[in-house]
């Protein structure tokens, strides 16, 4: 009753074809039909699409689920997938002794310094990848040669991640030059052919340890800050495959 | 290990007897049983990535239909373009695979399901997820990611749209032959 002197609004109407009012209100809407004949044509056509649709497309929902939808099957190839990346990130050694700076503590992630920082990595990226022998003439050809190297230009002890605990072979590494000054460069390849640089260098602006990715043209990568280091790791692999080695060197590092 | 059992079974009860609805929508936006099924795949592996987040007080229903709803907004370019164009480029794979037209209410069924595919998109949406697969205007709300008054309101201005593109009236023995509108 008090429902009745209540207006029939829009809603009203389109609930009713859908069949979600109270009974009460349903009769409201009856009866506003009633008085309305123009309004009753139109919900009644309104109705009819509606059981015409629902007809024309039960079919669909009746198929039998194929096995690619099968969700146990699903559910394990998921299960496999992020065990594997667990494994790659649990994977990571460094070669080389020593920790690094002082903890400074979280700050504010200053987004232009770490995107600078990326750029680097992209452009050694660029480089070292085209090739074999010429670029990497003048690199370390092992890792420990690399640290010494390293450590000497950035005057800090370095360390350089092994990864062939997740498949990636370290091909080579050099120092390589960036207004911050100088960085420790390594790049690392897998049986697909995937590669990855990983470079380190001083940060000017001490920071957090949030993880950051970043795209190119030519891949993706991930940025993040330690103490007063900025590391990056940029390349062509999945990005799954690179945020878990990305995380095992973050946690070797720490 | 054992929790881990009793929680994907938790995870598959909840899931799977959505599945047969997930894939009628995508098929009946994308137009397109194959692509409607890997956008199925990729919705349920995003669940299943995303299952802890998932409240169990909130609709497992509108939740899966959101994932799968921008799982098919982000996958434009891979599943082709959606919606009206397509849709009238390629009138015939999703009626026949829904309703072989034979007889007369099969055709006026047919004529009903090409003039939903010259809605704009976000009528048919709305129109779809609440007229066939039956969500609330709430879990329709959620799934589109809109609020509840836009639903009301693409509802409202889809079913007068379709009305008007049968013709006005809707009757079977009314029904038209249908023409192929200018898509604009």
Not at chain 2, 121 to 148: C, F, H, S, W
Request: charged share 25%.
């Amino acid at each position: 009753m008090m429902d009745e002197r209540e207006p029939i609004s829009e809603d009203d109407l389109n609930a009713y074809v859908d069949g979600r009012l109270s009974s009460a209100r349903q009769e409201d809407v009856r009866r506003y039909l009633g008085r309305n004949p123009d309004e009753a044509a139109r919900i009644a056509d309104h109705m009819r699409h509606a059981e015409a649709l629902r007809a024309a497309l039960a079919p669909l929902a009746d198929r039998p689920i194929p096995s690619e939808l099968h969700l146990p099957r699903l559910a394990a190839s998921r299960r496999r997938r992020s065990d594997q990346l667990r494994r790659i990130a649990a994977s990571v050694v460094l070669v080389g002794a020593g920790l690094a700076g002082g903890w400074f503590g979280h700050a504010r992630i200053e987004s232009g310094t770490v995107a600078v920082l990326g750029q680097e990595t992209a452009a050694t990226y660029a480089l070292l990848s085209q090739g074999d022998a010429p670029t990497l003439t003048y690199a370390a050809a092992d890792p420990q040669a690399l640290v010494d190297w390293a450590s000497t230009a950035l005057r800090r002890p370095m360390r350089v991640p092994d990864l062939s605990g997740s498949g990636f072979r370290f091909l080579g590494g050099q120092v390589v030059p960036t207004a911050q000054g100088p960085a420790m460069a390594a790049i690392y390849e897998n049986e697909q052919g995937d590669r990855l640089v990983f470079q380190a260098r001083q940060m000017r602006a001490p920071g957090g340890t949030k993880m950051t990715p970043y795209r190119s043209a030519e891949g993706g990568g991930l940025v993040w800050e330690r103490n007063d280091m900025g590391y990056s790791l940029f390349g062509n692999a999945p990005e799954e495959v690179s945020r878990a080695v990305a995380t095992g060197i973050q946690e070797a590092l720490t | 290990m054992q929790s881990e059992d009793v929680r994907a079974l938790a995870q598959r009860r909840a899931i799977e007897p959505h599945i047969p609805a997930l894939r009628r929508y995508a098929c009946s936006v994308l137009r397109d049983a194959a692509a409607a099924d890997d956008a199925v795949q990729d919705c349920l592996l995003r669940a299943i990535d995303r299952w802890h987040q998932h409240r169990p007080d909130n609709s497992t229903r509108a939740w899966l239909f959101a994932i799968l709803h921008s799982t098919m907004m982000n996958g434009l370019r891979k599943w082709g373009r959606r919606g009206i164009q397509l849709a009238a480029e390629d009138p015939a794979s999703i009626e026949e695979l829904a309703v072989p037209a034979r007889q007369e209410t099969q055709i006026y069924q047919a004529e009903v399901l090409r003039a939903v595919g010259r809605l704009p998109e976000a009528q048919r949406d709305v129109l779809l997820l609440v007229t066939v697969e039956g969500l609330t205007y709430d879990e329709t709300a959620t799934a589109l990611g809109v609020p509840v008054g836009t639903v009301m309101s693409r509802l409202s201005r889809g079913r007068d749209h379709l009305r008007e593109l049968l013709g006005g009236r809707g009757t079977e023995k009314q029904a038209r032959v249908p023409h192929l509108r200018r898509v604009k």
